[in-house]
């Protein structure tokens, strides 16, 4: 308050009370920072203090590994990180094909019905595979694909969001490049290949990054077709490891969610500036 | 030669289409349409296959209190939930966009609960749930508040549940607003700082309007991941008390995967339809425009 | 070169064949199994550790133990991988989902599969009070695995400190009023210590058997087509529920959840806790404090419904299957493993023969509480089971929670959730 008093003397009546303003709005900007992260901090305090900690906080607590220990032993987390990346690499490359092939169907080519296959394709953006679990489910029981990894990833694998993304792209791109490319006797998918997707390169990293993101944190879909541990994604294991009724363990619980966490978190701390440019760049579009 | 060229893009056109398009009408088209063809049927047990029962399963729905319940906390959750959430996103967008000293910092907080599973963050926040042990009574007692069940109240427990869907999603569609205000002309505001306008006359009169297209956009998606975002029911209250927190995806996978009753949850999928198809025409109207726009 | 890369070939082939017809001769049998688990502690791993056991005993049969988490959970996965075609022949699941089971045409009972008189007798080897969820029509369908009851545990220094006598637990829901009124710790309006929580999130039904059971009424008929749920002994248990939160003010009021409840007693904010007695031993090895367990107080009688998780072997499998599956739960069951899991959970020794082992004899001896449980089984109920199972036990729970919540008086909760439930059960009378 005297700091504020001080500076008023100083500046006109206006800029002291910018001045305020400025250290007010500051303030509040770090409070809410620091509310949205308090899971995580809390998440670090409890996982890396003995259980007494859970619960009590104490500057002086001792620090331990123990936890992660404890949880990396009650649960199968190195499987689940092999069928999470399992899951999420395969879904991201037949992704990356299946929607580039009708994105650039899309751009460059007049065919008989091609708006109304666009909009079939939209309807997608409404209608996401979460809200039909019962049917999807029963397809894949008929298709012998329950509890398997494929069936995790079939129904996102023609994702309307990417060929949406990617098909903007492709539009952009000029087409005396194609032109170009076409006296060379470049074929279509040749012309794809060697113009369309160098070109789209960021949209690619922008599409990569929201997918990775958005199927590392699925959670009903997998849940549903899944059965067993060699299936089970890292979300799945973690619910059922943490299901509350085993009798809530903070501390054993939160390593088990950093564990869990940590692949994604880690990236998105290295690259920071690549994830929030690539969700801007998939959310222009 | 013009008209070979059309019929080769005829075949290419479909060709590059046809995986895409099989996925797709398998996994979404083709389950609308079974859904809706399913709730006219029984569901079937070894004893008592299935059969045509008209309209029985929508009959049972109108009678089933708990599917009022449930309508009636999902759009709570959505009159909750969407327009606190683009407010605290578009005040996020703002202040990290400004001269804000640690912005980078401050940025990833914000961005953070995003990729973030919800079902891993569920158990921590039933920690601030608990109780006499958890955070938020530990921080009331310390200013010398009674504890509160906060979970165990029918009166606070929806509110819980939003405050969390608030959380993963304010950091989400800031990133739509920041996305949009780095694209205004700086020339705007230093106009508007000559001719003495303040930052909120500024920011209502001029930024807010300018930014309307990224409401619209970042309004849709708000309303469906109402209707999506479920995960931290599995873990914090399996939508009790008395299905106080219940909300309509839940109660579709609870009437199919736990009940075991699927011509019911289709029943129910099809009213979840039908306020997608709502909003998806509301959004085609809107999309409309935005091209006009541009 | 060419005929060098054929040889090989052919080697490599033939070798391979031979492996796996090794492989295939090796494990006879191979047997799949789910099974849930609903208190703290490391069970995964005993269950793990006792699997191992038996395939190290009979290696010519592979069992795959798969942790479906919990009870609905273990249900749901284990039917949907049944009926997706994927392979499991049996499983750990709740005793109370015997009629659903039934309904889905999904299990067999176990008559069919015995075969020797002995085989007979090892059907009647358990406590016939744990047998109640697992008989219907006069058939065993389920073998009891991880059974409990519901007992009271209790905060010694607390009794101390209220003035009350650590090993005279409350034995009558008077007594539990009377005594409760002393335990709650109070500074000014704030309290730091309740005297007493009953769980009702997860599983509110199951609580509240016993509560009905002390009042002299069981919630359900025997062939699970029939609820009593608005009943004058229901409703009056209900509203004691209640009143212990709202009249009394021992309990807090609304729900209280069932997964952190048991962190709430080790950290000495409730005096009494009612809980499965399947967290006995990690109460025992996480309480600093000096713990006592007890049955529950009686009203008209003492009483608890059983609980827990059965064997169930399912009818799509095979004789071969069918058998190793039986020599799995057999082994699984027997008075010395029942012992060792006793111990390591607090879950009942499924037979008397396991509290006669020597461990168990001395554990018990050593440590009490442990055979609260057991001795409780005497007064011990069926838990709620009927045909549609998730949907009345649903039906139940709501009520019990809006009440609980101070949204409805017990007699309308438990009136409507009657008549809905009268309205499921109707064509299976």
């Known amino acids: 308050m005297t700091a504020a008093s001080h500076s008023a003397t100083l500046g006109t009546p206006r800029r002291r009370r910018l001045k305020f303003g400025t250290v007010l709005e500051t303030g509040a900007a770090w409070l809410l920072a620091l509310l949205w992260l308090l899971p995580l901090i809390y998440a670090f305090w409890s996982a890396f203090h003995p259980s007494e900690y859970a619960t009590r906080f104490d500057l002086m607590a001792p620090l331990t590994l123990d936890n992660f220990r404890e949880a990396w032993s009650q649960a199968p987390f190195a499987r689940y990180y092999l069928n999470t990346f399992m899951m999420v690499t395969s879904i991201l490359i037949v992704q990356f094909i299946l929607c580039t092939l009708a994105a650039y169907a899309f751009a460059r080519f007049e065919f008989r019905g091609r708006d109304f296959a666009f909009a079939l394709v939209l309807v997608q953006l409404m209608i996401m595979p979460e809200v039909l679990i019962v049917e999807n489910y029963r397809t894949m029981s008929q298709l012998g694909l329950v509890d398997t990894i494929t069936g995790i990833g079939l129904p996102y694998m023609a994702s309307a969001f990417g060929i949406f993304l990617l098909r903007q792209t492709f539009k952009t791109i000029p087409k005396e490049l194609e032109d170009a490319a076409r006296v060379e006797g470049c074929g279509p998918l040749q012309i794809l290949w060697k113009v369309y997707v160098p070109l789209a390169k960021p949209t690619y990293v922008a599409y990569g990054l929201v997918s990775v993101s958005y199927h590392w944190n699925n959670f009903l879909w997998p849940l549903v077709i899944t059965n067993s541990q060699t299936t089970r994604p890292l979300t799945v294991g973690l619910a059922i490891f943490s299901a509350p009724e085993s009798g809530v363990d903070w501390p054993i619980i939160t390593a088990g969610t950093l564990l869990a966490v940590a692949p994604l978190l880690i990236a998105f701390l290295l690259f920071q500036r690549q994830f929030v440019q690539s969700f801007m760049h998939a959310g222009i579009k | ?294 | 070169m060419i005929g060098r890369f054929r040889r090989v070939t052919k080697g490599l082939a033939l070798s391979l064949f031979m492996m796996f017809a090794y492989a295939q001769s090796a494990v006879a049998v191979e047997l799949t199994m789910y099974y849930p688990v609903a208190v703290g502690g490391p069970l995964t791993k005993v269950v793990d550790g006792m699997v191992a056991e038996f395939m190290k005993a009979n290696p010519d049969i592979k069992v795959k133990a798969i942790y479906a988490g919990n009870y609905n959970d273990a249900r749901i996965k284990a039917l949907a991988a049944l009926k997706s075609g994927q392979p499991a022949q049996l499983s750990v699941m709740f005793s109370i989902d015997i009629y659903e089971l039934i309904e889905q045409d999904a299990i067999v009972p176990f008559d069919d599969i015995v075969e020797t008189p002995e085989e007979k007798a090892w059907l009647n080897s358990f406590y016939p009070a744990l047998m109640g969820n697992g008989r219907t029509g006069g058939k065993t369908w389920g073998i009891p695995f991880q059974r409990s009851t519901i007992v009271m545990y209790y905060n010694k220094d607390a009794f101390k400190e209220a003035g009350l006598d650590p090993n005279k637990p409350p034995a009558t829901w008077d007594e539990l009023v009377s005594m409760g009124k002393k335990l709650v710790k109070k500074t000014g309006d704030k309290v730091d210590r309740w005297a007493i929580m009953i769980p009702s999130t997860g599983y509110p039904y199951w609580m509240f058997g016993a509560l009905t059971m002390e009042n002299d009424q069981v919630l359900m008929n025997s062939d699970g087509n029939k609820t009593f749920f608005n009943a004058t002994p229901t409703v009056s248990a209900l509203e004691f529920w209640q009143e212990l939160g709202d009249k009394h003010g021992i309990m807090p009021k609304g729900t209280i959840e069932w997964g952190t409840l048991r962190k709430n007693f080790l950290e000495g904010r409730t005096a009494i806790m009612w809980h499965s007695t399947g967290n006995l031993t990690v109460v025992k090895k996480k309480a600093k404090f000096d713990f006592g367990v007890a049955m529950l107080p009686a009203n008209k009688r003492r009483g608890t419904p059983t609980g827990g998780g059965n064997f169930y072997i399912f009818k799509k499998t095979k004789p071969e299957e069918r058998k190793a599956a039986m020599k799995l739960i057999r082994f699984l069951t027997e008075p010395k493993r029942a012992a060792e899991w006793s111990i390591k959970t607090g879950y009942i020794g499924t037979s008397p023969a396991a509290y006669k082992t020597p461990e168990l004899e001395k554990y018990v001896a050593d440590f009490p509480p442990a055979a609260v449980a057991r001795d409780q089984l005497e007064f011990a109920t069926p838990e709620l089971s009927t045909y549609q199972a998730g949907r009345v036990r649903k039906l139940l729970d709501d009520a019990i929670q809006s009440t609980l919540t101070g949204k409805k008086p017990a007699k309308d909760s438990l009136g409507s959730a009657q008549t809905q439930s009268e309205r499921l059960l109707k064509r299976y009378q």
């Open chain 2, 1 to 294: 030669m013009s008209s070979a060229h059309t019929t080769r893009n005829q075949v290419y056109g479909w060709l590059l289409l046809t995986p895409a398009a099989i996925l797709l009408i398998t996994f979404t088209h083709y389950p609308a349409i079974a859904t809706l063809a399913q709730s006219f049927f029984s569901t079937g047990t070894v004893s008592r296959p299935s059969k045509f029962i008209g309209l029985d399963n929508y009959r049972s729905m109108l009678e089933d209190e708990v599917f009022w319940k449930v309508l009636e906390n999902n759009i709570w959750y959505a009159v909750g939930t969407i327009p606190i959430s683009i407010a605290i996103a578009l005040l996020m967008a703002v202040w990290v966009n400004g001269k804000l000293p640690l912005r980078g910092l401050v940025r990833m907080s914000y961005f953070t609960p995003t990729i973030l599973p919800m079902i891993a963050v569920a158990n921590i926040w039933l920690f601030f749930y608990t109780p006499e042990i958890g955070l938020l009574d530990q921080v009331g007692a310390l200013f010398g508040f009674a504890s509160h069940n906060w979970l165990g109240d029918t009166d606070t427990v929806l509110g819980c549940i939003i405050a969390i869907a608030i959380w993963k999603e304010a950091g989400f569609f800031m990133i739509f607003y920041l996305a949009a205000l780095q694209t205004l002309p700086p020339e705007l505001e230093e106009a508007a700082k000559l001719e003495g306008a303040s930052r909120w006359t500024f920011f209502r009169r001029v930024t807010f309007p300018l930014l309307m297209p990224t409401t619209l956009f970042v309004l849709i998606n708000a309303v469906i991941n109402s209707f999506k975002l479920v995960d931290q029911l599995f873990i914090l209250t399996k939508g009790g008390p008395d299905n106080a927190s219940s909300l309509l995806l839940y109660y579709i996978y609870e009437a199919a995967f736990s009940f075991f009753d699927q011509n019911y949850a289709s029943t129910l999928t099809v009213v979840l339809l039908l306020m997608l198809a709502v909003i998806a025409i509301g959004q085609f109207v809107i999309l409309d425009k935005r091209i006009h726009y541009r």
